[in-house]
């Protein structure tokens, strides 16, 4: 299976990190891969929030906003 | 998803007669997203139902977590032209929440800062609601939040606390009505909405946060990942049980603490008896300067 490669970042975290990733990764598929729960944090593509069901492509830019906080 | 969560909120509101016309709403906002949305919504809805709204934000006094939200809290207030209060924990009782600690610690009562946190604050925003002639208190409460609570009051075994949680709770004389208009929306569409309202609200975490309110949040997220809409139903299961629970919870009678003179159904409320344990003893009368 060929792979592509996107940008990770976890707000809060000092700068994005690349990964290796399948082609048709989804950003839900993203989020097990880290070990993130979709419940709990907000993600946007390239600036935009985007539903997790969103395909990756090559150079992505991914941001991870955890929202779970209580308030 | 804005006009969801707008839909939403109203029909929370209309639907449990949370707010009638003409009163004056005391919202509690800490300048967390839950708070500051639920203080937009509710500034919109009063704007349309002329109703009156005032901010209360409480500092406990949390070092290096609270200075920022309240920040946050007041220029929001301000941006939506809504009278803002202040109360702190160190006016009222004579302490922050962080010196509580220290003495609790000192003093090896053995109760967690939650517990500290969560009694004060909701006895200080009641006294500040009713001193600023407030119908009804609102606060941020999500789905999330009441799935907890009802999980935790099931744990714990808590009837009197399982029946009080609901839409609204309307105790006795002495105690403003609190209501929760955002009780049926998912924290992380909470969240989404403030995002991309371009709200500005604080999404820290309390570094007091932890034990089994933590793991019971944790477990019911990895429940609603694997399977969809299960805090819904948790909420909708009590909403059936609740009705069967009246005749299980003791009555009592409401009297005025020794202490303060707040209203409790004890020789002293439970704010006194936490104080009291850590040798806290004076109660700030009136919290709102005008």
């Given at each position: 299976m060929s792979e592509i490669e996107v940008r990770v970042k976890i707000v809060g975290q000092k700068s994005p990190r690349r990964?290796?990733?399948?082609?048709?990764?989804?950003?839900?598929?993203?989020?097990?891969?880290?070990?993130?729960?979709?419940?709990t944090v907000v993600v946007s593509l390239n600036g935009k929030i985007v539903p997790e069901e969103e395909r990756l492509a090559a150079g992505d830019l991914v941001e991870i906003l955890p929202v779970v906080t209580g308030g | 998803m804005i006009k969801s969560v707008e839909r939403r909120f109203w029909h929370a509101i209309n639907e449990n007669k949370l707010v009638s016309p003409g009163e004056r709403v005391a919202v509690a906002v800490s300048g967390g997203k839950d708070s500051v949305v639920c203080m937009h919504l509710?500034?919109?809805?009063?704007?349309?139902?002329?109703?009156?709204?005032?901010?209360?934000?409480?500092?406990?006094?949390?070092?290096?977590?609270?200075?920022?939200?309240?920040?946050?809290?007041?220029?929001?207030?301000?941006?939506?032209?809504?009278?803002?209060?202040?109360?702190?924990?160190?006016?009222?009782?004579?302490?922050?929440?962080?010196?509580?600690?220290?003495?609790?610690?000192?003093?090896?009562?053995?109760?967690?800062?939650?517990?500290?946190?969560?009694?004060?604050?909701?006895?200080?925003?009641?006294?500040?609601?009713?001193?600023?002639?407030?119908?009804?208190?609102?606060?941020?409460?999500?789905?999330?939040?009441?799935?907890?609570?009802?999980?935790?009051?099931?744990?714990?075994?808590?009837?009197s606390r399982l029946y009080r949680l609901g839409p609204s709770y309307s105790p006795l004389e002495g105690f403003v009505p609190r209501i929760k208009p955002l009780r049926e929306i998912p924290e992380k569409e909470v969240a989404l909405?403030?995002?991309?309202k371009g709200m500005n609200v604080h999404l820290g975490v309390c570094p007091y946060a932890s034990g089994i309110h933590t793991e019971v949040r944790d477990f019911l997220n990895k429940l609603e990942t694997n399977h969809p809409n299960s805090k819904f139903m948790i909420l909708r299961m009590f909403e059936q049980i609740k009705p069967h629970l009246k005749v299980a919870v003791p009555g009592f009678e409401m009297k005025k603490c020794e202490n303060c003179g707040e209203p409790t159904s004890s020789r002293l409320c439970k704010t006194c008896e936490l104080l009291q344990d850590i040798d806290l003893v004076n109660r700030q009368k009136n919290l709102i300067s005008l």
């Open positions: 990964l290796k990733v399948a082609t048709r990764t989804t950003i839900a598929d993203l989020l097990k891969k880290l070990d993130q729960n979709r419940e | 509710l500034a919109n809805y009063c704007r349309v139902k002329r109703c009156e709204l005032v901010a209360i934000t409480v500092d406990e006094g949390i070092k290096g977590y609270r200075e920022e939200s309240l920040l946050i809290a007041r220029e929001n207030a301000k941006m939506l032209g809504i009278e803002h209060q202040v109360v702190s924990f160190k006016k009222a009782f004579g302490s922050t929440l962080d010196g509580m600690v220290k003495l609790a610690i000192k003093k090896r009562t053995g109760l967690n800062p939650c517990t500290y946190c969560g009694v004060l604050r909701r006895s200080i925003l009641n006294q500040a609601a009713r001193e600023l002639g407030a119908h009804k208190l609102a606060t941020g409460h999500n789905l999330d939040d009441e799935a907890q609570a009802i999980m935790l009051n099931y744990i714990r075994a808590d009837l909405y403030a995002l991309l």
